[in-house]
């Protein structure tokens, strides 16, 4: 038994080895899943009317990581700017703000601007970890400089009971929940003028 054991790992080991990965970008679902699950949202509102920008490392940020909750052949990619893209368009977002439009970069910029910055991003523990600089200028004065930290819902439950497709709204799932954590902090955080 220990040998049929052993043999079974090696046959993991290689078989992950050697390129039988299955690829999630889940990004690329989350438009979707912002229609079927994330179109509400309890944030906080402010009357404040901005612009946004992504950074550049954020926008084109990259997480992978593996579950043994579905198997580790399966890859799940976090592209984590474009998620934070699709939830500051998410109704939801749009209506906690007086008007919230993404800025075009490099372009001079007057009035308000929301530059967000990814410091870390991690999935582990059942949940999404995002830990977030926000800076909040008005007419190229900074207003408010913060980083913020959220930790997403637990999805364990959903991760083990309904594979990879459970996985993929799980990850989606949390991020968001992360985000939004981060949102309402932040919102709350805007100087009342």
Same mark, same amino acid.
């Given at each position: 038994?220990?040998? &049929?054991?052993?043999? +079974?790992? %090696? ?13 999630? !970008?889940v /990004?690329?679902?989350y ?30 940020h990259?997480?992978?990581f ?7 052949a399966?890859?799940?990619i976090?592209?984590f700017?474009?998620? &934070?893209?699709?939830? +500051?368009? %998410?109704?939801?977002v749009?209506?906690s ?7 075009? !970069?490099? /372009?001079e ?12 991003y991690e ?26 930290s959220g930790e ?17 709204? %799980?990850?989606?799932?949390?991020t ?11 919102i709350?955080?805007i100087?009342?003028?």
């Amino acid at each position: 038994m220990n040998k &049929l054991i052993k043999f +079974l790992c %090696a046959i993991t080991m290689v078989a992950a080895a050697s390129g039988c990965t299955i690829n999630h !970008p889940v /990004a690329n679902d989350y438009p979707q899943y912002l229609v079927d699950n994330g179109s509400v949202g309890d944030l906080p509102k402010t009357n404040i009317k901005t612009g946004y920008s992504i950074d550049s490392a954020t926008q084109n940020h990259r997480y992978e990581f593996r579950a043994a909750t579905v198997g580790y052949a399966h890859l799940w990619i976090v592209e984590f700017g474009k998620i &934070l893209d699709e939830t +500051l368009n %998410a109704p939801y977002v749009q209506s906690s703000f007086g008007k919230l439009n993404k800025s075009i !970069p490099g /372009a001079e910029s007057s009035g308000n601007l929301v530059e967000f910055t990814l410091e870390k991003y991690e999935f582990k523990n059942y949940r999404a970890y995002v830990t977030m600089k926000i800076a909040l200028s008005s007419n190229g004065k900074e207003i408010l400089n913060k980083t913020y930290s959220g930790e997403g819902e637990s999805k364990g439950g959903q991760m083990w009971g309904a594979g990879p497709f459970g996985m993929k709204n %799980a990850t989606l799932a949390s991020t968001q929940s992360a985000i939004d954590k981060i949102l309402s902090e932040f919102i709350t955080d805007i100087p009342k003028a």
